[in-house]
């Protein structure tokens, strides 16, 4: 069974960072690719970010290319979501996701 702790989120100003983190459970979290997705309110949970198994590749949102950088370290079954320039619109709940399993979510809140 495969569990993920989301952690790291918080209030801050627009222009800020925050660093996410997720630790996953599971021997079988290295072979994983992972992510990262937000949910607004009223809106519906969209990609944030991806990595692949051994953090070679990476796919990103237009809407945080160039701001926002995943990373993972497998020796510590972690996935990172390091957030500069953080904007409003930014806000939501942040999810950690590994195929079909999903994270309780970390509340990043931007303000203006």
């Known amino acids: 069974q495969v569990q993920l702790v989301e952690s790291g989120g918080g209030l801050v100003q627009a222009g800020g960072s925050l660093r996410l983190s997720c630790v996953a459970s599971?021997?079988?979290?290295?072979?994983?690719?992972m992510g990262w997705f937000r949910q607004a309110p009223g809106k519906e949970r969209e990609f944030v970010a991806s990595?692949?198994?051994?953090?070679?590749?990476?796919d990103y949102a237009d809407s945080v290319k160039g701001r926002f950088t995943i990373s993972r370290d497998n020796a510590k079954n972690t996935v990172y979501l390091q957030m500069n320039s953080l904007k409003p619109e930014d806000t939501a709940v942040y999810y950690c996701?590994?195929?079909?399993?999903w994270g309780q979510g970390t509340q990043v809140t931007v303000s203006s």
């Open positions: 599971g021997r079988t979290f290295r072979f994983s690719r």
């Open positions: 990595i692949n198994w051994n953090g070679s590749t990476s």
């Open positions: 996701n590994r195929e079909a399993y």
